[in-house]
């Protein structure tokens, strides 16, 4: 691991004002739970100069869980076994508990935070090991190794002729389909983006991964309240039962009349895609008809309609599609 | 190693010099001149960013209920730190990189992982090891018997982690099942295979824990 400056800091505030004051050209981080971070220094694929430990904000507001009549408050530093075991999110939310609870290990959750987990860097081995010199990620410019080398477990949407490495998250899906909202705090004072707003799709500059500003630091996610909160589930298929990144996976929450039509759908995939995915095709094609098996095979037939699958991720296309198919028709199946 | 080629062996002492004394040793002469810098840090409660990221960072972690004063490369992991400078070598590097569980320690009673954990980032939280598990007069914690009494290991490498993974399951309420157990308990790989007697140990031991 590289040397590199190290401070510690215990609000927004502080660690604004510690990022600008770190020289200007100097790669800078913040800390968060490391379980990104420390991994990749290690594996010498990044390599700040400036790590700002921002651990001590989960004493503040960025570590509190709100449940409120308007939706979910998420602190940026509350770390995702806290959420993913906390009654009222299971309960109003259970996409959201799900997605973190089927992520990782109880050790890594306990460490993770929410903020972290959303900017999870890609599991792409030829970006994270740097004997491979041809990474437009890691290294833009220099190719990918991924298009002509083994890609199983790459992305079949969203993907562009530089860039086929997988967002390998779950809790992103389940902000992405339920319309979440992320507050920022920057140098230039907080705004607030939709999550759909903050990972940007590889096309020509995979490298640069997000919309966030240089200093920005993520607070609080919010979740807004909607009738299809409680009718909904993350379903995740792994090579093994646990502790393992999707194969494919699926965010699905519902709103149904009492006869089974689709008043609202809401539909994210994890596991198949570059970016936090939101499949809006298929929600479309679900509005107004009656969720039974042969709606929920269309919904997932739209939703992979502009797939590029390569030579070893083909699977992921009709994996992916049964996984939604599976998801919906389980998610109608609730009680609420 | 063959004692001819080491003339300093036959001047020592004929105690028993088993491994783990040894490192205890290694250890001690290893790190006399870190706590000799540590004498005179002014006591800090935050750390301060370094003029020169090669300066070492003076930082007391608590660690099983003692402080501990280390001069330490802010880039040593907790793990690193517990091992080669406070001697304490029951939490087990396997992967070095979050993926096996074998450095599995808690903190502030979170089970975390030691080796993605900087040890500088871990000032000021209190830090458990499997040393810190048996009572003051050296009786085994509940679940280090039940390891014993289920025979819940082969190698024994990855058993420091299993068991504070194990205490910390039960207490988290993640033990009531077989499938929690084994859903909760995969963040710890055992190449031995152990599994069905690790989950039978935990459901011995679950019982005499208290939940938190």
Known sequence: ?336 | MDDKTNPTRVDQPRAPLNRRAFLSAGVGSAAAPLFARGLHAETAERVRPAQDPRDRANLTLDVNGRPHRVALDVRTSLLDALREHLGLTGAKKGCDHGQCGACTVMIEGRRVLACLTLAVAAEGRPVTTIEGLAGPNGALHPMQQAFIDHDAFQCGYCTPGQIMSAVACVREGHARTDADIREYMSGNLCRCAAYPNIVAAIKQARTSIREA
């Open chain 1, 1 to 336: 691991m590289r040397p590199f400056i190290y401070e510690r800091v215990d609000s927004a505030q502080s660690a604004l004002a510690a990022f600008a004051g770190a020289p200007v050209d100097a790669d800078r981080q913040y800390l968060a739970g490391g379980t990104t971070l420390v991994d990749l220094m290690k594996l010498d694929v990044m390599r700040p100069q400036a790590v700002i430990d921002i651990n001590a904000l989960d004493r503040t507001a960025a570590g509190r869980i709100d449940v409120g009549a308007g939706g979910l408050r998420l602190g940026a530093m509350t770390r995702m076994a806290q959420v993913a075991e906390h009654p009222a999110v299971a309960r109003d939310y259970p996409m959201v508990a799900q997605s973190l609870k089927l992520a990782a290990s109880q050790q890594l959750r306990n460490m993770a935070s929410l903020g972290g987990n959303v900017l999870q860097r890609t599991r792409c081995p030829y970006f994270r090991d740097v004997s491979y010199p041809a990474c437009n990620k890691r290294n833009p410019g220099s190719g990918c190794t991924a298009l002509d080398s083994l890609h199983r477990d790459h992305a079949v949407l969203g993907v562009s002729d530089a860039c086929i490495a997988l967002y390998p998250g779950d809790f992103g899906q389940a902000l992405m389909a339920l319309d979440a909202l992320v507050e920022l705090a920057g140098p230039e004072g907080e705004r607030r983006i939709s999550f759909a707003e903050l990972h940007r799709m590889p096309a020509d500059t995979p490298h640069i991964e997000t919309t966030l500003q240089p200093g920005e630091l993520i607070t609080a996610f919010l979740v807004p309240a909607a009738p299809w909160t409680r009718r909904s589930l993350y379903l995740k298929v792994r090579q093994r039962e646990s502790y393992e990144f999707a194969l494919a996976s699926a965010a699905v929450a519902l709103d149904l009349t009492d006869d089974r039509t689709v008043r609202g759908a809401r539909v994210a995939l994890g596991g198949v895609a570059t970016v936090p995915w939101r499949a809006q095709d298929a929600e479309t094609v679900l509005l107004g008809k009656t969720l039974d098996e042969q709606a929920a095979a269309a919904a997932a037939d739209a939703a992979f309609a502009n797939a590029r699958p390569r030579t070893d991720n083909a699977y992921k296309v009709a994996l992916g599609k049964r996984t939604l198919t599976r998801a919906l028709l389980q998610a109608a199946a609730m009680e609420t």
